[in-house]
C-alpha cells in the first residue's frame, strides 16, 4: 500500500526498489534558502496587516488566515526548490569492440598464388598444421596448399576466425561488448553470440562502402567507449564517404580522466602478400558524338602486374566482335602504361565499342580485361559562331581545339583585333560579317559568347540572337571573362537568357586569394549530364571532374534560376555559387560557364579533358534540325549507365492541336527487369517541358516510353551494366590499409597475426554511474494542498463576511 502511495506521487520504481539508498536533494538549493531567509519577514508582514486590517473579528480567525498565506508561501518556496530524491547506482561497462567483415565480389576472389611464407602461417592459423620450430620445413602437403590456395579471401578470414574461437569469438566476448557488421554496397548488423559470426549470405554485390561501415560503428557506439575497430578486408572501396574523412570522429572517452584518444583501427590484409597477375584496362577516355567520316581517337590506359615485358595486343572492336583497331603493348608494372586507339565513324547512329585485352590463363580475373563504351555518330557537321572579345589563354585553347574538330564548321570572330585596326564601332559587326538578323543566326547549331563587349554584338544583333534561341533553337554558351561578360549584357536581350541571377556587385565578379584558389564541385545532375559524361558511372563522372585544377576568378552569380540545371558549383573560402548552369529559353538551350580557365584542365591529363567538355558542350546544346516545336520529343540520357547510378529525363510533349501540354505531370512507363515501372515527370516553367530522374535497379536493357495526347509513341533503350569497379584492381591495397590504420594509432597486420595483434585493443571495463531521480513536488499531493489551504482562506472570508 505504501508503495502504491509513492507510485502516485510520481516516484518512479527504479527509486523506489532502491529507496533505502535514496538522498533528499534540491535542484535549485539558491532559490530555496533565499526563500526561507525571506519567508520570516513576510509572516511577519501578513500578520501585522491582518492585525490592522482586520480588528474586528476574533483572533482566532484572523490567525488562521494568516497561518494560510504563510504556508502558501512556504509551499510555493518548496516548489521553486525542486524537491527530489536521487539515487546513484555503480556499475561496470564493457568498450565496445567494433568488428567488420568485407564480404563485397573482390573478397570472393582465391588467394590464388602464396609464397613459402604466407602458405604455413595461413594453415597454422587455420589449424592446417603445427607452426615450424628450429628451422623446420612446413609440412603442409600439396593438398592442403592447393586448399588453402583456392579460399577465397573472406572464407580464409572466416576459417582463421572459426578456428582461433577461443582466442577471438570467445575472449572479445569477455573484453568488450562486440558489434558485428558485413559491409558490401550495404552495411548489415550480424549476430555475435561467442560462439560464431553469422555465416555468410545473400548475393555479391560488386560495391564495398566501407566507409559506411565505419560510420555505423560509431554511430551505434554513441555514448560509449568504442575501443577498437577490426577491419578485416581488401581495401577496395569503390562507393561512398572516403574512410580516411571519418578519422576526427574515432574517439574514446577513457575511464574517469575523460581524456579523449583516437580509436585504432585494426586492418587485417584480406588477401595475398604480392600483386596477383593480371592485365586490367583500367580507363578509356573518348569523345561521346562524332561526325561521319572523322577518325575519332580513344585513349585506353592498361594496369599490369606480373606480366613484365610480355607483349599482348590492345584493341577496338565493335558489337559484332570485328577489330576496329589494334595496338601492341609491352606490358610493364613499374606505371599506368596508354595506348591510342582509332575509331572509323563511317556510319551514323550510336556504335557501341569495347577497347579489350586479351585474357592470360593465369590471371585470376578476366572481367577486367575490357571496357564498354558508346560514341553518337552524327551525319551533318555542327555550323558553330564563336565571338571573343580578346585572346585569353581559355580562347587560344579552345580556337585550337574546335578548328582541330572535323565535326565542326567554325566562324570564329575576335573583337580586340577589329579595334586595333582603327575600325569605328558601329561597323564592327558588318566587318566581322556577322549575320543581320534572326534567320542568320539560326543558320548556326551553336552560337558561343566569349569576353565581348557591346560593340561586337549590339543591341539589335542581340535581340537578333535571342530570337534564334527562343523561336528557331538555335543553341547558346555564354562563357564569363574578367572585361564584361555578361555584366554588360544584364540589361539587354541577352540578359533574359542567363539560366542565373548575377550580383549586384559592381564588380566584374569574384576573386580568390593567391593562397585559397577556388575549386569546382560538380553535382549529382552534372555528373549525368552530357556535358561531363566521361564514363558509364556518374560518381566515376564526378570524382574525375571535381579533381581539376584550382582557379582563381569566378562570375558573381548568386543563384540558379528555378527552370536551370546546376551542373557544377564553385567552392572556396566563403564561396558557393553556381558556376555552370544550363536551362531552356523557348526552343534552345543555354549553358552558361562561369570561369574563364577551362584551359587548367589540360594540366596533368594533357587536352583530352578539356577537348572532352567543350565538344560534348557544342553539340548538346546544338539546335536539332529534326525536331519540331509541333511534335513530341524525349531526352534521356545517359543511355549505358551504371547499375545504381540516375537517369536523366527531359520531355516535351504536345497535344492534339500541336500545342504544348499544360498538364502539371507526365508519366512514362519502363518494360524491363522484374517489373514494369512507372516515372512521374514533373512540369518545367517552360511549357509543354517535363523533366525528372529515374534509378534503374538490376542489370539489363529497359525500355522508356511515353505517347502523348495524339498517339505518338516516343522510345528511348538505355542499358544498365554491373559496375565493375569491385575487380577493376584485384590486388589488396595495403598502402589504404596501412593509411587508415596508421591515422587513427591502430596498425595494419596479415590475416595470421590478426589474433597476436587484437590481443593489444584490450581495455578494462569504466566505472559507469547511472543516476535515478523523482521529483516530489510535480503531483496531486501539492495541488491538494494548494487547493484546501485556498479554499480554507476563502470560506473564513465569507464567514466573517469579508471581501
Aim: charged share 25%; hydrophobic share 45%; with cysteine.
Amino acid at each position: 500500500m505504501i508503495d502504491s502511495l509513492l507510485r502516485s506521487l510520481g516516484i518512479g520504481q527504479d527509486v523506489l526498489t532502491r529507496l533505502d539508498r535514496a538522498q533528499l536533494l534540491w535542484a535549485r538549493p539558491g532559490w530555496l534558502v533565499a526563500g526561507l531567509v525571506l519567508l520570516p519577514l513576510a509572516a511577519a508582514w501578513i500578520v501585522f496587516r491582518h492585525k490592522r486590517s482586520l480588528p474586528y473579528i476574533p483572533a482566532v480567525w484572523r490567525w488562521t488566515l494568516s497561518a494560510c498565506r504563510v504556508l502558501v508561501l512556504l509551499v510555493l518556496i518548496v516548489v521553486l526548490g525542486g524537491p527530489m530524491l536521487r539515487v546513484e547506482e555503480t556499475s561496470k561497462q564493457k568498450p565496445v569492440l567494433a568488428v567488420i567483415l568485407d564480404e563485397s565480389a573482390s573478397m570472393r576472389l582465391p588467394l590464388g598464388s602464396l609464397s613459402d611464407i604466407e602458405l604455413p602461417r595461413i594453415g597454422y592459423a587455420q589449424g592446417r598444421i603445427e607452426l615450424p620450430v628450429n628451422g623446420e620445413k612446413s609440412k603442409l602437403d600439396a593438398e592442403a596448399r592447393r586448399a588453402i590456395s583456392a579460399q577465397t579471401r573472406l572464407a580464409a578470414i572466416e576459417t582463421i576466425l572459426a578456428h582461433k574461437k577461443e582466442e577471438t569469438l570467445d575472449r572479445w566476448s569477455e573484453w568488450f561488448d562486440v558489434r558485428a557488421y558485413r559491409v558490401a554496397a550495404t552495411v548489415r548488423s550480424v549476430a555475435w553470440d561467442g560462439k560464431a559470426v553469422t555465416p555468410l549470405t545473400g548475393p555479391i554485390t560488386e560495391e564495398t562502402d566501407l566507409g559506411a561501415a565505419i560510420e555505423r560503428a560509431i554511430d551505434d557506439a554513441a555514448g560509449r567507449r568504442l575501443a577498437g575497430v577490426v577491419l578485416a578486408s581488401d581495401g577496395r572501396w569503390t562507393t561512398g564517404v572516403d574512410p580516411m574523412t571519418l578519422v576526427g570522429r574515432l574517439s574514446a572517452r577513457t575511464g574517469e580522466q575523460k581524456s579523449v584518444k583516437p580509436t585504432p583501427i585494426l586492418a587485417v590484409a584480406a588477401g595475398p602478400m604480392s600483386e596477383p597477375v593480371d592485365v586490367a584496362v583500367a580507363d578509356v577516355i573518348a569523345p561521346a558524338q562524332a561526325t561521319q567520316g572523322d577518325r575519332v581517337t580513344v585513349l585506353a590506359t592498361v594496369d599490369s602486374s606480373g606480366f613484365d615485358g610480355r607483349l599482348v595486343h590492345v584493341k577496338l572492336q565493335d558489337a559484332a566482335g570485328k577489330v576496329l583497331d589494334d595496338k601492341p603493348l609491352t606490358l610493364s608494372s613499374k606505371e599506368r602504361q596508354h595506348v591510342q586507339l582509332v575509331f572509323p565513324a563511317d556510319v551514323p547512329g550510336e556504335t557501341a565499342l569495347t577497347v579489350a585485352v586479351d585474357a592470360a590463363p593465369e590471371e585470376v580475373v578476366k572481367d577486367n580485361n575490357q571496357r564498354n563504351l558508346t560514341i553518337d555518330v552524327e551525319k551533318l557537321r555542327k555550323r558553330v559562331l564563336y565571338l571573343e572579345g580578346w585572346p585569353r589563354w581559355d580562347f587560344r585553347f579552345l580556337d585550337f581545339a574546335l578548328r582541330r574538330d572535323t565535326g565542326l564548321d567554325m566562324k570564329i570572330v575576335v573583337e580586340a583585333p577589329l579595334l586595333a585596326a582603327g575600325i569605328l564601332p558601329p561597323e564592327i559587326p558588318a566587318r566581322a560579317g556577322l549575320p543581320r538578323d534572326m534567320e542568320g543566326f539560326a543558320e548556326y547549331h551553336t552560337v558561343i559568347l566569349g569576353d565581348i563587349s557591346p560593340v561586337l554584338l549590339p543591341p539589335r544583333l542581340q535581340e537578333a540572337l535571342a530570337r534564334a534561341v527562343r523561336e528557331k533553337g538555335t543553341g547558346l554558351i555564354i562563357q564569363a571573362g574578367v572585361s564584361g561578360m555578361p555584366r554588360e549584357f544584364l540589361a539587354g536581350p541577352l540578359g533574359s537568357l542567363l539560366p542565373v541571377r548575377m550580383a549586384s556587385s559592381p564588380a566584374a565578379g569574384l576573386e580568390a586569394q593567391a593562397f585559397a584558389p577556388f575549386r569546382m564541385k560538380v553535382t549529382a545532375n552534372g555528373a549525368i549530364h552530357p556535358v561531363f559524361q566521361l564514363y558509364e558511372s556518374a560518381t566515376e563522372n564526378r570524382a574525375i571532374w571535381s579533381r581539376m585544377p584550382e582557379f582563381y576568378w569566378a562570375a558573381a552569380a548568386s543563384e540558379a534560376l528555378p527552370a536551370a540545371t546546376v551542373l557544377a558549383r564553385v567552392e572556396g573560402p566563403g564561396v558557393d555559387r553556381p558556376l555552370i548552369v544550363e536551362s531552356y529559353a523557348g526552343r534552345g538551350r543555354v549553358l552558361f560557364v562561369g570561369m574563364d580557365s577551362t584551359y587548367r584542365w589540360r594540366r596533368n591529363i594533357g587536352s583530352q579533358l578539356f577537348y572532352r567538355f567543350w565538344g560534348q558542350a557544342v553539340r548538346h546544346v546544338a539546335r536539332d534540325p529534326n525536331r519540331d516545336e509541333k511534335q513530341s520529343w524525349m531526352e534521356v540520357y545517359p543511355r549505358r549507365v551504371r547499375q545504381g547510378e540516375q537517369v536523366s529525363i527531359e520531355l516535351y510533349a504536345v497535344d492534339s492541336d500541336g500545342k504544348p501540354v499544360i498538364a502539371t505531370s507526365a508519366t512514362l512507363q519502363i518494360a524491363g527487369g522484374k517489373n514494369a515501372e512507372k516515372v512521374e515527370m514533373a512540369r518545367t516553367p517552360q511549357p509543354g517541358q517535363f523533366r525528372g530522374t529515374w534509378q534503374p535497379g538490376e542489370p539489363g536493357q529497359y525500355r522508356l516510353t511515353y505517347t502523348d495526347p495524339r498517339g505518338q509513341t516516343l522510345t528511348a533503350l538505355v542499358v544498365v551494366a554491373g559496375t565493375g569497379r569491385e575487380l577493376r584492381s584485384p590486388g589488396v591495397d595495403r598502402e589504404f590499409l596501412g593509411s587508415l590504420a596508421d591515422a587513427t594509432g591502430g596498425r595494419m597486420v596479415e590475416m595470421w597475426d590478426m589474433i597476436e595483434a587484437a590481443r593489444g585493443l584490450r581495455e578494462e571495463p569504466i566505472q559507469v554511474t547511472h543516476p535515478y531521480e523523482s521529483d516530489l513536488w510535480d503531483n496531486w499531493f501539492t495541488l491538494f494542498l494548494l487547493v484546501g489551504l485556498y479554499c480554507t482562506d476563502l470560506g473564513i472570508r465569507r464567514l466573517m463576511g469579508l471581501n
